[in-house]
């Protein structure tokens, strides 16, 4: 049997994904259909919910009203048939009160009065008057001063909610008056019956339908009588403006439509930011015009209305879809699985390499460093004597070849630091102006040893921008040198430097560097990033490492630059280079030190932590040779214990090496720091090692030590670094 036409091509994925989309399409088609109905039955059976529980909370505050009102009436009516007088009204008051949650109080015009519940035989005095412009009770003044039209008002009086003075609570009153004789004048009271807000919210709120729901009582306006934390602002439709971005036209036309009665219902968004229905029912009171008002979260709304065809169809579209996917999903998994364990071992394997070529990398410069202190330190002594020309010359033979040896160690470390990923920029404050001085001071005198041109342009700036100055000027001086090293006598090289358009902040800097050299191949340029590659057609192929222009692409990319390159042979090389700097709000850092006054060095006692005797033997004589005396201590334990064990200010300062036996320079030197004595903590330690990474310079300041030195140590830079270490002590 042939297999239908075309599908034979199709991978398991294809099928997969056909089979999937007929499925949805039907979920889909079914939904579509079935939504819009449901969703407008669900959404009009949780108003009618909601609805009802209005009402009946409604009728609850109503009931609650009539009350009470009844309650005041009763008592106002019965004081004025006998005649009470004030003190005689204020007894039966406070005897005819039996429900402990409420509280009577008889307010004077002047609006201070009496709570009608004896304490300690006399009766508590409130006072609702205020002198402060913020008056809290301010609008209860019409309630202490009416009008006699207000006096015979039938009409439910009753406050909004305050807090009442005696129970420092959030209350409502309602209210009546009495004229009363105090037994020198007749004078109207008024009288009123707190209620502490909590007892009507309890009953309002006990509905377990709809937990997230809040109901308020409010007037006409919208201002209101009651509420809960939950509303926000003095009045409901304020609460809307505030909470919807709604214009006051929009407002004012809610207000209106409320208020003519058209409009009940209200969709908006809560203080949290819910959409909520907001539905109100008005209570059945004489003489006022108060309603209750809900709000319900629509997330709340309860799914009561379900249809099961839609329920069964999705369920065996479902079924379905789960079924065939199985099948194909197995099979994906164990795929997926096995993919997933390979990719994790060879991730694993390339961190193993990453980590052992670091290591390796690590330890071969500490290994190379270690001898090349020795070469090149013994070189520079022996230079200083009394030679023979011949002596001589291979003495300058093998220093220079030393400094050459350590020039490649340092390019394999930078290589290594960037194509490995851990090399980190540190970007500070640098102009052109000093890029440009640099240059001239570095590659200035290789260019006249050749009687070559130099030529830089459009560095003048002074502006400082955020660069990695190190790393930016190591990818000039390669350029620089290979071009000094690959022009004929008489030759010119030029570096140029432009600015282009500045986006997102970012400066474009361009950079063209030149030479009107012996050129390169096209053949060569192929593989010119290549660590090693060197081309065989010069005429010293082996005059120099092959590392320059690697670490120049690593550094560029690292930068996230462009390099471009444009050779020929006998016509010379250009390189253009783009780079994106942000500007510095930072001033460039003051760079003026002045180098330090060597003849302090006289004199001083140092402690050196050195295992091996030849590096040893090449620290300690060029110290000596400045007068300072040199104590050796063959590992950090003990130069530990021979500082430990001194007399107070033996040693001016501590050399420390990093990687001794026994115990490392890191160890000592915290372990010196921790010491009990006196100048532990702010004697200089230097370290003087062949650990020459970032994070050994890191590891370094971290364990206590004020510097780092890395082998091969220049005398210059020893002897400025101990002035300095020694004058900075001095002044602490």
Known sequence: MKPIRGFSKYSPGGFIILGNLAFIAGIIISLTLYTHDYRTKIQQQNVEDIGNITESSATIAQDFFLMHETRINDISVYIKATGLSYSSAIDFIAESNSDSSTVYEVISSAKTGVVAKKENGTYPTVSYATTSKSDPYASFATFFAPTDEEKNATKLRCSIEYTDFYTVKPSFALYTYLDLNDGVTTATYTLLSVHPSAILAASLSSNDTYPDMAIALIKKNGDYLFGTSSYKSDNLFHYFYSFNGLTLSERTADETSFSSGEKTIFYYKNAQGQDCVFLTKP??????????????????????????WIIVTIIVLLSGMMFFDFLWMERANHRLKEAAQKEKEAAQKEKDASDAKSDFFSRMSHDIRTPLNVVIGSSTLALKENNNATTQRYLSDIDQSGKFLLSLVNDLLDLNKVQSGNMVLHPIPYSLKEFAFAMHS??????????????????????????????????????????????????????????????????????????????????????????????????????????????????????????SIRSAPGVGSTFALTFRFEESKAPLPDKSETPQELTLLFGKRILLCEDNPLNAKIAKTPLENKGMKVDVAVNGKAGLERFATSQPHTYDLILMDMRMPVMDGLEASKAIRELSREEAKNIPIVAMTANAYEEDVNACLKAGMNAHLAKPVDPAALYQEIAKQLAGSSKS
């Not at 003489?287 to 099961?308: D, I, K, Q, R």
């Not at 092959?546 to 120049?552: D, F, H, M």
């Open 283 to 308: 209570l059945q009171l004489d003489g006022v015009e108060w309603y209750a008002v809900s709000a319900v979260p629509l997330s709340s709304f309860h799914n009561t209305t379900s249809s099961v």
């Open 442 to 563: 570095i590659v200035g005198p290789l260019c006249e040893e050749k009687n070559l041109t130099l030529v830089i342009e459009g560095c003048e700036d002074s502006t400082p921008y955020l660069i990695d100055a190190v790393r930016f000027k190591q990818i000039f001086y390669n350029l620089l040198s290979n071009s000094v090293k690959f022009t004929p006598n008489g030759g010119k090289i030029t570096l140029r430097a432009s600015w282009g358009e500045v986006k997102d902040g970012y400066h474009k800097l361009i950079m063209v560097e030149s030479d009107n050299g012996i050129g390169m191949s096209e053949e060569f340029q192929k593989r010119m990033f290549d660590p090693f590659s060197q081309e065989e057609r010069l005429p010293n192929p082996g005059n120099g490492t092959g590392l320059g222009l690697a670490i120049v692409k690593s550094l560029v990319t690292l930068m996230n630059g462009d390099l």
